[in-house]
């Protein structure tokens, strides 16, 4: 079993940046390629990035390449999303989720992954 816990969240205003971290207890987080989705009111659940479990292979969703930078700190079990330039199209709570695959299949397969955190809330004013 892995537990997932999102940090870092909160107000900021548009241009800003924000830093999120996804820590990992119960299993090594190396063990797992690991992802960042964002749900805003009233809208589904959208892929935001990926990584694979060494770091190597990154994937991006559209609307946040060039501003978002996902990595990952396996020694200390921690993922991180790294958000600047930051659009009040931003706001959602954003979830961290770990699977044993691969940064493709969490990209695709939101349904089907293994652990998912509690999410934290992202506010981005105008």
């Known amino acids: 079993q892995v537990r997932l816990v999102e940090s870092g969240g909160g107000l900021v205003q548009a241009g800003g940046s924000l830093r999120l971290s996804c820590a990992a207890s119960?299993?090594?987080?190396?063990?797992?390629?690991t992802g960042w989705f964002r749900q805003a009111p009233g809208k589904e659940r959208e892929f935001v990035a990926a990584i694979s479990r060494r770091g190597v292979i990154t994937h991006y969703a559209d609307s946040v390449k060039g501003r978002f930078t996902i990595s990952r700190d396996n020694a200390k079990n921690t993922v991180y999303l790294q958000m600047n330039s930051l659009k009040p199209e931003d706001t959602a709570v954003y979830y961290c989720a770990a699977d044993s695959t691969g940064p493709s299949y969490i990209r695709d397969n939101p349904d089907k992954l293994d652990y998912w955190g509690p999410g934290t809330q992202v506010t981005v004013s105008s």
């Open positions: 119960g299993r090594t987080l190396s063990t797992f390629a």
